[in-house]
Each structure stands twice: as structure tokens, then as C-alpha cells.
């Protein structure tokens, strides 16, 4: 089965840029998402079809996708950044969630 | 606004079956797929299937196929996740989202214990 690999945790200074991979076989082949979740909340859509931002999501958040990577980036990160990110794709048509990451603002 | 609204926590014996609802408001239900995502107490996410309201056409993860069936009301805006032969390993939060943008329902608390 497909699978998606990220990075347990990422720390990151208030300010600084922020950035998460997420690695699969052919990954730049299909499109990636990003996810973020807070403590106790429901995951949010930051990113979609690899580098589009939703509706109301700060322009901090962005991404891209190439080879086996994909890559969310949060230019000057806010405390209010810190959360679980969890990015995901499709392979044939299942979704597949990477293994999460904990972007800690220190 | 668009909102997904679950039912509520649910505690069920090993070998049981539960069914989670989800209904949709703020939008047109039959437009967009639900997809189901558990998420086991301090783990990951994890994709379960998808169901297009319009047609009733389904897709589950192998690792579910068999046990999990979702169907949905499309007089109520409600879509149904219904998981079988339930055990420890199934105790999770369950949520429906719409599509891939969103929004999540609140998430449903299943707990399997004997």
C-alpha cells in the first residue's frame, strides 16, 4: 500500500520559516494537501492541489510538490502556528494521510 | 455556513456494530463527496472511504473493506458511517468531511470495551 513519511516534529522560532516534507514513491505525480490540526480540534485545509491556499488561509502557508517530496512551508511563523500537520494524496483513488508532524513554535 | 454535524459519543461491546451520522447544512449535499477519517487517541489520521451523495457510488480502504459501509438520506442531508464487528482497536474519534476543502464534522468518539 501506498505511504506518506514526514518528519515527527519540526521546531521553529517565531518568525522564522517553518518547513515540513512529506515523501512518497512518485509523490509529484499526484496532488498533495496539507492539514492542520490543534489539540482537541478537527484537522483544517491549508493547502490544496499541492500549492493552492483555501479561503481565509493566512499567506504564510504555502506548497509545492516535485519528485517524491512535497513541502509545506510557513513563512514567519506565528505561536498560533503551532499544531499537528498531516499532509495526504490519492492513490487510486484512496487517501492516503502521511504520518503527521508536531511544528512546535518555540 | 457550511457546517457538518455528527451524532454523538458511542460505547459499544467487541463484536458489535456502530453507525455514526453526519449531516450536512449550508450547502448543496449531493455536490460534494463525504469522505470518512478516524483518529485513535494520540495517532495519526486515517482515511477510511469516500461516498458520493449524488449517486450512492462508495470507495473504502482495503484494511476496512467488508467491515464498513456508508450510505446517506439525501431528504436529510445526512450521510451514515456504519463500521462492524467492532474491536479494541477501533476505539477512536471518527469524523466526515466534505470533499477535500472542508469543513470537518466535530468529530465522534467510539469506544469499544468490554
Known amino acids: 500500500s501506498y505511504e506518506l513519511t514526514q518528519p515527527p516534529s519540526v521546531s521553529v522560532s517565531p518568525g522564522q520559516t517553518a518547513s515540513i516534507t512529506c515523501s512518497g514513491d512518485?509523490?509529484?505525480?499526484?496532488?498533495a494537501c496539507w492539514y492542520q490540526q490543534k489539540p482537541g480540534q478537527s484537522p483544517v485545509l491549508v493547502i490544496y492541489q499541492d500549492s493552492k491556499r483555501p479561503s481565509g488561509i493566512p499567506e504564510r502557508f504555502s506548497g509545492s510538490n516535485s519528485g517524491n517530496t512535497a513541502t509545506l512551508t510557513i513563512s514567519g511563523t506565528q505561536a498560533m502556528d503551532e499544531a499537528d500537520y498531516y499532509c495526504?494524496?490519492?492513490?487510486?483513488?484512496?487517501?492516503?494521510f502521511g504520518t503527521g508532524t508536531k511544528v512546535t513554535v518555540l | 455556513q457550511v457546517q457538518l454535524v455528527q451524532s454523538g459519543a458511542e460505547v459499544k461491546k467487541p463484536g458489535a456494530s456502530v453507525k455514526v451520522s453526519c449531516k450536512a447544512s449550508?450547502?448543496?449535499?449531493?455536490?460534494?463527496?463525504i469522505n470518512w477519517v478516524r483518529q485513535a487517541t494520540g495517532q495519526g489520521l486515517e482515511w477510511m472511504g469516500w461516498m458520493n451523495p449524488n449517486s450512492g457510488n462508495t470507495g473504502y480502504a482495503q484494511k476496512f473493506q467488508g467491515r464498513v459501509t456508508m450510505t446517506r438520506n439525501t431528504s436529510i442531508s445526512t450521510a451514515y458511517m456504519e463500521l462492524s464487528s467492532l474491536r479494541s482497536e477501533d476505539t477512536a474519534v471518527y469524523y466526515c468531511?466534505?470533499?477535500?476543502?472542508?469543513?470537518w464534522g466535530q468529530g465522534t468518539l467510539v469506544t469499544v470495551s468490554s
Open positions: 449550508g450547502y448543496t449535499f449531493t455536490s460534494y463527496d
Open positions: 468531511a466534505r470533499g477535500i476543502v472542508g469543513p
Open positions: 495526504q494524496a490519492w492513490d487510486s483513488s484512496s487517501g492516503v
Open positions: 512518485k509523490l509529484g505525480d499526484k496532488y
